[in-house]
């Protein structure tokens, strides 16, 4: 269909993040400094380090005693002891261990690489002390954001907190959506008829994982420091679903 388009805006000026900032006030505040004018159906996708940060989910190694399982798989994946033992404190099991990567299922029930635990970006973490959790719950945090942005605001907003994540079989990471409130995770376009009326017989989008992995390409992924992105054009369908629903069931999961 002509004229279809969506804009990304990333939003400038974000500060460093600290425990218990307001991340509403200040990406409000960028926002405003920035002249940009918050529309109705915008969607924000808000980086998970930053939201971390906000939530004191940084971790020193120091304080972290490795049990006997954590000492025994950071001998397989050569990985500090520490750090294990905080993988599995976040883990709700571990699915593969090898050499430089441990793959789990987060409590949250992605599976992913060590816990979505990240060195990267922690302002303290030049001698690899401090590492940096995802959120306790990134749906609760969406939820939360989204009834900040819109009672400040007035406006209908969509809010996804996103992660990168390495894929099986493919190089590189993209964004996924690890916390979204406000937008339809996921499309189901089964019974719908395809452009020569064929029935779609197993057909669904997962959007809040493609507009995710779109604003990654702002956000980047080294010094690039723009945590959050606007999404403008897409229509929000307004859904009480969150990023549960894209998590495919154990029994579903052939590859498990």
Known sequence: MPGLSLTLLAIPGIPLIKSGDNLSEIILESISESNIEISDDDI?????????????????LASVSPSE???????????????VELILQESN?????????????????TVMANAGIDH??????????????LP??????????????????GRKLGIIINDSVGRAWRIGTVGLAIG???????????????????????????????LASAACILMGEADDASPAVII????????????????????????R
């Open 120 to 133: 990267s970006n922690v302002a303290d973490s030049k001698n690899n002390d401090s590492v940096c959790l």
């Open 44 to 60: 924000l996708v808000i980086a998970q380090k930053i939201v971390s940060k906000s939530e004191d989910r940084i971790v020193q």
């Open 136 to 153: 306790l719950n990134s749906d609760r945090s969406a939820n939360i954001l989204r009834k900040e942005l819109e009672s400040k605001t």
């Open 180 to 210: 979204c409130a406000g937008v339809l995770p996921v499309r189901d376009l089964r019974g719908k008829q395809d452009l020569f009326g064929h029935t779609l017989r197993v057909s669904e989008t997962a959007d809040a994982d493609a």
């Open 69 to 83: 399982e954590a000492l025994r798989l950071a001998k397989i994946a050569d990985k500090d002891p520490r750090l």
């Open 232 to 255: 403008r054009g897409f229509k929000l369908d307004e859904s009480q679903l969150d990023s549960n629903c894209l998590i495919r069931s154990k029994q579903d999961d052939m590859f």
């Open 93 to 109: 099991e571990v699915i593969r261990c090898k050499e430089g990567v441990i793959i789990v299922e987060h409590r949250s029930g």
